[in-house]
């Protein structure tokens, strides 16, 4: 049998028993990537069908807000958030969970502004990043902003219109992955941004290249502000 036969097998073995709660620790490792898409697409309309818990363990991230309707992220014995996975993804309650779930830039830094709903963190590296918030953080208090690479807008150059936060930088690393590409753009400072780009224009593999100068601009709105 193939191994996506033996997945079957072992899960129906498991459900003949009609148990209260399934136990499934880690059980698409061993597949291939389109495999285990398909056995996800099972598994979701299998646990409706039977309509009792599944209790899902592994370390893929994406596999586990494909699969869940709510994610525990532990760290060290201990659970950092319990929440629907789009709130795990947009609204981490730290540091830890907004790093360990998918890619996410990490703006560190003292408070230096705190006004109108819109704080600014001063970041080592890249300077004032301000991100809205209704957080009575006081400013000198350190502070983190986790930001998404798909909400950064990166341009040969920014409109002269454009709002929010906005930062140069050269194209240090990418990754092409057909539909879109991740660029690691390296700032004066030193700090270090990853941005994705949809690959979406006709005729084009690339936007950018190692070495090309760039801009990158984010709405105040886009960022998620983390107290520390």
């Known amino acids: 049998m193939s191994g996506g036969q033996k997945q079957r097998v072992a899960i129906a073995r498991a459900l003949v028993t009609h148990p209260t709660v399934l136990l499934l620790d880690e059980p698409l490792a061993a597949l291939d990537a389109k495999l285990r898409e398909d056995m996800q697409i099972e598994l979701i309309n299998m646990q409706k069908d039977v309509g009792i818990t599944f209790v899902y363990v592994t370390h893929d991230q994406t596999e586990a ?63 004032a990043v301000r991100v809205a918030t209704n957080s009575a953080l006081a400013p000198g208090s350190p502070a983190t902003i986790a930001l998404r690479p798909e909400q950064i807008r990166i341009e040969a150059a920014a409109p002269a219109e454009a709002q929010g936060n906005h930062f140069r930088g050269t194209v ?12 690691r753009v390296d700032t004066s400072g030193g700090q270090k941004i990853e941005a994705l780009l949809a690959n979406s224009a006709s005729g084009r593999a690339k936007f950018f290249e190692v070495g090309d100068a760039v801009e990158m601009t984010w709405p105040v709105a886009a960022g998620h502000f983390i107290e520390e």
Do not use: W
Request: neutral net charge.
């Open 65 to 127: 807000l494909a699969l869940s309707h709510r994610i525990a992220v532990m760290n060290k014995g201990r659970v950092e958030q319990l929440d629907e996975p789009s709130r795990i993804y947009g609204f981490p309650r730290s540091r830890f969970v907004a790093d360990f779930i998918g890619h996410c830039n990490l703006f560190s830094g003292p408070v230096a502004a705190n006004t109108a709903g819109v704080v600014t963190v001063d970041v080592r590296g890249l300077g």
């Open 172 to 183: 240090a690393e990418l990754l092409y992955m057909g539909d879109v590409t991740v660029y």
